[in-house]
């Protein structure tokens, strides 16, 4: 299956997001110094200088490719209502802002990247992310936020 731009892009918010904690110093750094020229070869060395990083990565750029045909046609790929009507040990909060509870959640993470990073940008976007001081938080500050926040401040 082809990698495109786009998937690597998520995968790499997706495994940003994920991480429990700020980067190393010396990842951030290499973060930070990559402009908005990058490209995907870019991402994918920055993905490797970390072993969590990497791992979150090769998980979602994995799930990416696995649902493609799905995501490209625009099937939803999160559970169905009956399945959730089943699991009540899953709770939906229907705050925007809580979304990400879980965020090893790959169907909600990917879903929200689709819907609030993708509209503004997957490039954009990214390249604040490797700007920021805290990558990890710059991505679930991105991620988190209302879309109308997320407007306001453009």
Do not use: C
């Not at 990842?27 to 110094?33: D, L, P, R, T, Y």
């Not at 940008?121 to 500050?141: E, H, N, P, T």
């Amino acid at each position: 299956m082809k990698n495109n731009k786009d998937d690597i892009f998520t995968a790499f918010i997706g495994a940003v997001l994920q991480q429990t904690e700020p980067l190393p110093a010396a990842v951030q750094s290499e973060f930070n110094k990559i402009d908005q020229t990058f490209t995907t070869i870019d991402i994918e060395r920055l993905a490797e200088l970390h072993p969590p990083l990497l791992a979150a990565y090769e998980k979602t750029h994995n799930w990416l490719m696995y649902h493609s045909s799905e995501r490209s046609k625009g099937l939803d790929v999160l559970p169905d209502s009956e399945s959730e009507k089943e699991n009540t040990t899953n709770p939906e909060i229907s705050n925007v802002a809580s979304d990400i509870s879980d965020l090893t959640n790959l169907p909600k993470i990917i879903q929200q990247i689709d819907t609030k990073v993708k509209p503004r940008g997957l490039r954009k976007i990214l390249g604040k992310i490797l700007q920021a001081g805290d990558s990890v938080q710059a991505s679930r500050d991105t991620i988190l936020l209302s879309i109308a926040d997320s407007f306001a401040h453009d």
